[in-house]
């Protein structure tokens, strides 16, 4: 609960006391503005479900919510990665940070997919659940190698512009995040599989002569 309430409360004083820092960090660096921002709105969104189901005791979990809560989140995080030059013939990203109105409702739609992940994963087994984290970072993976590989920038919306470099940037940035979430995943594979058995000695082979 301590690392829950801290990561509310930080998320709350970079949002209320640093709000034009973070503003400008993503209208300049692409990785920020797609994802270590909305990862730490998500993470409070998830602490703060959290935390209210603790202190008031509320049966949160439903079963019935995981799937409809993880297509939630898969669907939000999908539509606001869409460039507004995209073959789909519409988009918001980089459009929102220039958009009065787009601009609170992306930072709401993470916190909400923060609840949504809460509501979902908690239902789901811990092999499953590192087997949902190494699956979401390949596709972060697969599309920062992507971004690595442009040639023109596709996050544009003037005045907003982000440039091939910045492009590049955020697709090595986001095949390093991939590998750590690997890491992580993996290494918590391990503990769950071995964590319960006990060592064994290993038998003395003696020749009979």
């Known amino acids: 609960m301590i690392i829950s309430a801290a990561i509310v409360a930080s998320t709350v004083y970079v949002q209320f006391f640093m709000s034009s820092v973070v503003k400008g960090l993503e209208l300049t660096n692409l990785f920020f ?3 270590v921002w ?3 709105l998500a993470a409070s969104g998830y602490a703060g479900a959290y935390l209210i189901s603790k202190l008031f005791r509320l049966g949160l979990v439903r079963k019935h919510l995981t799937f409809p809560s993880l297509f939630f989140a898969a669907t939000v995080t999908w539509y606001w990665h869409i460039p507004v030059n995209s073959f789909f013939g519409y988009g918001v990203c ?6 009065p109105l787009l601009y609170p409702l992306r930072r709401i739609s993470y916190f909400l997919v923060g609840v949504a992940l809460f509501l979902s994963v908690r239902n ?7 087997a949902l ?3 979401a970072g390949k596709i972060m993976g697969w599309y920062g190698l992507y971004l690595t590989l442009v040639d023109r920038p596709i996050y544009v919306a003037p005045p907003v512009i982000f440039s091939v470099n910045l492009h590049h940037q955020a697709g090595f940035a986001m095949l390093l ?3 750590f979430l690997d890491f ?3 290494t918590s594979l391990v503990n769950h599989y071995f964590k319960d058995r006990k060592p064994q000695p290993y038998p003395l082979m003696t020749e009979k002569l």
């Open 184 to 186: 992580i995943a993996v």
């Open 133 to 135: 984290a190494i699956a």
């Open 33 to 35: 503005y797609m994802d």
């Open 177 to 179: 995040a991939m590998l």
């Open 38 to 40: 909305p990862t730490m």
């Open 124 to 130: 789901i087994s811990k092999p499953w659940r590192e």
């Open 94 to 99: 980089p459009a929102d940070l220039t958009n």
